[in-house]
């Protein structure tokens, strides 16, 4: 909404547009929970069985980013992307957002491949180490990326692409 103030100096008249701005606060809203065995999250194995529920049976990429304190203790799991069959679009922004709201100081980046074959493609690939990148600048340490596929699972870190 544009208005018109007119602001009178002391030898001049002029006329000034006024816009209203947004005053805004950001709030975290929690959608569900999960149970799990492990405090804190060791291994890729631990990753594996913790979003196993969250990505059983689903028939698209699902891209998740799990948010992790000082002492690799969960804080959050948030869906990035829902994808395709065999993609799913991630950009860092959507990320890092989470990451940031909820004061996380790493991230394990986690996806399944609905083929069942846990392999990473060239864009996994790719999209992992640009995440790297990003979360370098940040200062939130990308930890590893798990892919779930069916039964089985590949962690990048495990296998030195981190």
Do not use: W
């Amino acid at each position: 909404m544009r208005q018109m103030a007119i602001f009178e100096g002391a030898d001049t008249h002029y006329r000034q547009k006024v816009y209203r701005v947004q005053v805004v606060r950001l709030q975290l809203v929690r959608e569900a929970s999960l149970s799990c065995y492990a405090k804190t999250i060791t291994t890729a194995a631990d990753v594996a069985e913790l979003v196993r529920p969250m990505l059983q049976g689903a028939d698209r990429e699902h891209f998740l980013a799990i948010m992790l304190d000082t002492k690799n203790k969960v804080n959050a799991i948030h869906t990035v992307s829902v994808g395709t069959l065999n993609a799913s679009l991630v950009h860092p922004r959507e990320v890092f957002k989470v990451a940031l709201l909820t004061n996380a100081a790493s991230v394990i980046l986690c996806h399944n491949h609905p083929s069942g074959d846990p392999t990473p493609s060239k864009e996994d690939r790719d999209t992992t180490m640009r995440l790297v990148q990003v979360g370098k600048l940040l200062g939130i340490e990308v930890l590893d990326h798990v892919i779930i596929g069916e039964g089985r699972f590949f962690a990048c870190k495990q296998a030195g692409l981190l």
